[in-house]
């Protein structure tokens, strides 16, 4: 895990300064929104999803530099979902990844002007991903466009919102995962594999691979929100009880959740044959998002 | 102008025809964002953004059908920043195109995720753009992601929320107005000329008279704000001196305010002049705008 661990901080490093690259400076006018759109993007996030896409690129044969743009994208829109999700008149959380949210310090109007703006840029970066014989900036936008619409990415927390104060049934939480975190994993993942011109059944490999791990990903994160503190989690813990939301512990109880994590990521694994050594490193962060601590 | 009434008519038609093809069906689920959207994409607005794009390409010279998912696209991306422009925290309106706005109707954190899907949905618009020999999606999206970027269409209304209760210069007030009206009309004229396979010097030509005419309509638009009532316009009249906003009147007077319109209405028909005679109906809408009443 060692070698994981050095490989993971690489990849940040790499993604971080890909993201620098590609958002607007802070000072460019109007600068207010832009320092915002930086406080938002690098705030220390685990950049799952954009190691994800370049893992898959990898996996695929492709190389990382084509890669990247999508793995940035993925990323910003990620960030834009947590912007707007943390604001009052949603979620209404003051901390994300340890630091007070963007509504916190620089106002809810300003908040949502912000996500919409990293949600603008997030596109802008999709016209930068390499076209290849297979695919080209058609083909990811339709992806990107889908993944973040009103059936997925918002389809989801609009599930989400309906859902507070009801009990849920097991099916239809894993629908609200489905459309709120497994859909931007598996799209994190096809962008990688389109950048490297993927088989059709390769891409189906990574489908399935992030289908699977999304969902565990997300039993994960209602298992931490228990079990673990505000500080180590850099977000309130103990919310989804004190909010009274549906999740997996509150329907199957802690130990069952666990139990189903494993089960999840033994499907993801699975689902990763077809693509032979060259998916080793996705192999490796599936086993480590199944113990990961925060 | 009577044909021009009947022509302005059947364009809205064909637009909102395709409006209600390409946009998730309300039934689709979840439901109840999909019939949000379309609250708000319904309202019966002028539909101006996307008769520009469609008489853009006629001008030059293209095919109605090669450009209406742009048109779409810039009118679904104009409905989202309306949705977004009114909730509490930013302008704080209840009232738009004379029914009531999309927080009044279903609560200001699903009209967050409607804006947001809202200008989703656009970008999936624009990757249906018929390309040509010129012009790809890649292009059209790089357009339309600057349009609504940071520096552009959210970089005005950040201005705008900036300048809240100052006393603004008139070139400061042009700046946001360059920003937060005149380069979404560029926009909606250019994508027009890019479905036309249109060469630099018409994209140029249709550049020079949306800058123009833009600032004009907002010229206009502040002046209605004074002259007329909310029944008239449709939303809330006399709210820039309520709320102590910087608008044309405030800074150069009425009188002079009108002489402004016109001049920058005349600097709109002189740009279109390389376009010939197939600008005949930019022209005419140039002159409809500067004589409308709501």
Redesign the interface.
């Known amino acids: 895990m060692s070698d994981l661990k050095s490989y993971l901080k690489e990849q940040i490093a790499l993604v971080d300064a890909a993201l620098d690259d590609y958002l ?1 400076e802070a000072a ?3 600068s ?3 320092e915002a ?1 930086r406080y938002s993007v690098f705030a220390g996030g685990k950049r799952l999803r954009p190691i994800l896409t370049l893992a898959a690129a990898e996996a695929c044969g492709g190389r990382l530099e084509a890669a990247m743009p999508g793995a940035c994208a993925v990323e910003v829109m990620h960030t ?1 979902s947590l912007v ?1 999700d943390d ?1 009052p ?2 979620d209404d959380d003051d901390l994300r990844r340890g630091r007070p949210t963007s509504h916190k310090v620089y ?4 908040a ?2 912000i ?3 990293l ?3 997030a ?2 970066m ?2 930068s991903i390499s ?1 290849n014989d297979t695919f ?3 083909d990811y ?2 992806q ?3 993944t ?4 997925e990415l ?2 989801g ?3 989400d ?2 859902g507070e104060g009801k009990t849920l049934s097991h099916q239809e939480l894993i629908k609200i995962h489905e459309a709120k975190t497994a859909a931007l994993l598996v799209c994190s993942l096809r962008l990688g594999g389109m950048s490297a011109a993927a088989s059709d059944d390769q891409l189906q490999a990574l489908t399935d691979f992030g289908y699977h791990l999304g969902l565990a990903f997300q039993v994960i994160d209602d298992i931490l929100d228990v079990t673990q503190s505000t500080e180590v989690l850099g977000k309130t813990a103990g919310k989804d009880e004190a909010t009274d939301k549906a999740t997996y512990p509150s329907i199957l109880g802690l130990e069952e959740s666990k139990q189903e994590a494993a089960r999840l990521t033994q499907q993801a694994l699975e689902a990763l044959k077809p693509l032979g050594k060259k998916a080793h490193r996705l192999e490796q962060i599936a086993h480590y998002l199944l113990k990961r601590e925060m």
């Open positions: 607007p460019l006018a109007p207010l929104v832009h759109m834009y707007h604001l008149c949603m106002g809810e109007g300003m949502v002007l996500g919409d703006a949600l603008t840029e596109f802008a999709i016209a076209e080209t900036v058609k936008l339709k990107f466009a889908k973040g619409g009103s059936c918002i389809g927390q609009v599930l919102l309906e």
